[in-house]
């Protein structure tokens, strides 16, 4: 009797008891190592995966006033530490001489998404479809940079991201792979439960500006009311300013009219100015802000101007008129 006492006394030694820790630590590390690996793999397969998928969609046709307006191509990278995605769209406006392009860019963390906000959405009676993405809650988390010849011109965060405007015949299966994909590595690498399900009924999303300078010039506007905000060049049908039949012809427009009316009061000013307009889904200019050009008269001139301008051509979005914001850029 004695004898096992002491042998059970022993198991449950300080000594022993240490062994028994360090067997198990090293067990669960090689556990955690082991599947963290493996996960690592998955991961990287579902990356390279998707990057093919995103690779291959079609080009897609973006309504203007023309109705055929610009050509989109989609492009992807990957930044690994956070897990992030970058989208590239490149625009190719068809009705420039030029062929000129426009570029923006979506950087999204796969952390901010969520698996139910992957949705494939059907509009114009079902005949064009897009693949969204939207991020938990809702959250303004999706950063969006525009580039005009190669140079970043705003910085904007949002909700969402809308790929393409097809023809729902031809590419609905595609992006349902692209869709599987997206919901898989969502499914390793978040724990968002349901109550931060994103509401993907929303048709319009929410638009937070760049919140500090950065090494380009950041232009922030303040909202005249509650209501949401596109970027005039990503909806289907931009903003026109009157008269204009396209985007290219209603930039020489906005120009003119601001020289114009700049000569009647007796401004001067030489360069280049620019500054962020906003057009609501009536047509009415109800914002304005400059880059600031550090000339008070001036600045104040061309808001006046610019918020007594006529009615704009209102946007369009998935068939409903939406409020925009567009940057204007003006000079002799």
């Known amino acids: 009797m004695f004898s096992l006492v002491s042998y059970i006394k022993g198991l449950f030694s300080i000594k022993n008891v240490q062994k028994v820790g360090i067997i198990l630590t090293g067990f669960v590390f090689c556990f955690n190592h082991i599947y963290g690996q493996s996960n690592k793999k998955i991961i ?21 006033a023309k109705k055929l307006e610009s050509q989109s191509t ?17 625009r190719t406006k068809l ?8 570029k923006y860019q979506y950087r999204i963390r796969i952390k901010d998404l969520h698996r139910d906000g992957i949705v494939i959405k059907d509009f114009f009676q079902n005949q064009k479809v897009s693949l969204q993405i939207f991020t938990a809650k809702n959250a303004n988390k999706i950063k969006v ?6 140079k ?18 031809h590419i609905y299966s595609e992006l349902a792979e692209i869709q599987k994909t997206l919901v898989r590595i969502l499914n390793l690498e978040t724990r ?8 993907t009924a929303r048709i319009i999303s929410n638009i937070r ?28 049908e931009p903003a026109l300013f009157t008269g204009a039949r396209n985007e290219s012809e209603s930039k020489a427009k906005i120009n003119q009219y601001i020289i114009d009316h700049t000569t009647q009061k007796g401004v001067k000013f030489e360069g280049q100015f620019s500054g962020a307009v906003v057009i609501s889904e009536t047509g009415e200019v109800v914002s304005f802000v400059s880059s600031k050009m550090n000339r008070l008269k001036v600045e104040k001139a061309i808001e006046e101007i610019i918020l007594s301008m006529p009615t704009w051509k209102v946007a369009y979005h998935q068939g409903k008129p939406v409020q925009v914001s567009q940057i204007i850029f003006i000079g002799r």
Do not use: C, M
């Open 95 to 102: 009705d420039s001489i030029t062929k000129s392009k426009d």
């Open 192 to 199: 968002w439960d349901i109550s931060d399900k994103p509401d």
């Open 44 to 64: 990287d397969s579902l990356i390279n995966q998707l990057s093919t998928q995103i690779h291959q969609l079609p080009i897609t046709q973006a309504r203007g």
């Open 209 to 236: 500006e760049r919140p500090n300078a950065s090494r380009f010039q950041t232009i922030d506007y303040q909202r005249s009311n509650d209501k949401p905000i596109f970027l005039n060049a990503t909806v289907e």
């Open 74 to 90: 989609y492009s992807i990278e990957w930044d690994k530490k956070p897990l992030t995605f970058i989208i590239l769209d490149e």
């Open 152 to 169: 970043p011109t705003l910085s904007l965060y949002q909700d969402r991201l809308t790929l393409g405007s097809w023809d729902s015949a």
């Open 145 to 150: 940079t525009a580039f005009v010849d190669n």
